[in-house]
């Protein structure tokens, strides 16, 4: 599997410089199907849903009117409170995907969330923006130390890991071997890290619901000074228009439950 991984990688490149050698008709071939290959390696990597490089979960199956609702890139000193004091007051429980050098800045909102009964994943340990292009001892770093920084607070096996950005990596399926992490990204997300509305990331939310789906908003959105988060002030809306459609908000373990 790694060895086709790599020549997946490595042929594009073989065909484009072979372009620039082979005769005419050859030659255009050879960028044709050296573009397309390196078209497939990136959406290998970049594409939360793409199979290329290796599966993930993208959404659960529709037997039960349930949505998973799942959040990026804490903990955060303000939002994650106020997240846990929202899904607290509606009786939800949440998945909160951690990175693990914020979880050791603020160890005392992992504990928290984790004694409300909420589902705690692994988001890396610094969430590079360079995690599709990491090294595999990297990668297997990132892996690693967020797990044992999240397992020691909150005194559970870490079951899920979403890759920051949801990007993928040469080398993720092996740096995952042996860990027991299934790898998650999502099918419905409002784009809450743009300048959004609460209203317009309530809508977007509502409109794609549908049984089974895992739903991705985010913790520490840029925000003007003062202001509160525009995720924070449209979840309560998210969460009675997700049951007004019928829908009930869970952690991800309880959206993968059999019936």
Known sequence: MKALRLLLFVLPVILLGGALLLPPV???ISVVLGVAGIALVMDGLLRPGSRTLLPALRRAGATRPRVALTFDD??????????????????????????????????????????????????????????????????????????????????????????????????????????????????????????????RIRRSVIAAAMPGEIILLHEGVRRSPGEPSRTVAALPSIIRGLREKGLEPVTLGKLLETP
């Open 74 to 199: 804490g903990p955060h000193p303000e939002d994650t409170p106020a997240i846990l004091k929202i899904l607290d007051e509606a009786g939800v429980r949440a998945t909160f995907f951690f990175v693990g050098k914020k979880a050791r800045e603020h160890p005392e909102l992992v504990r928290r969330a984790a004694l409300a009964g909420h589902e705690v994943g692994n988001h890396s340990d610094t969430h590079p923006w360079w995690f599709s292009l990491a090294g595999s001892g990297r990668i297997r770093r990132e892996i690693d130390e967020a797990g044992r920084t999240l397992e020691d607070l909150t005194g559970h096996p870490v079951r899920f890991f979403r890759p920051p950005v949801g990007h993928k990596n040469l080398f993720l399926g092996d740096a995952l071997r042996g860990t027991g992490l299934e790898v998650v990204t999502w099918s419905a997300r409002p784009f809450d890290t743009l300048a959004r509305s609460p209203e």
């Open 26 to 28: 050859p030659a255009g």
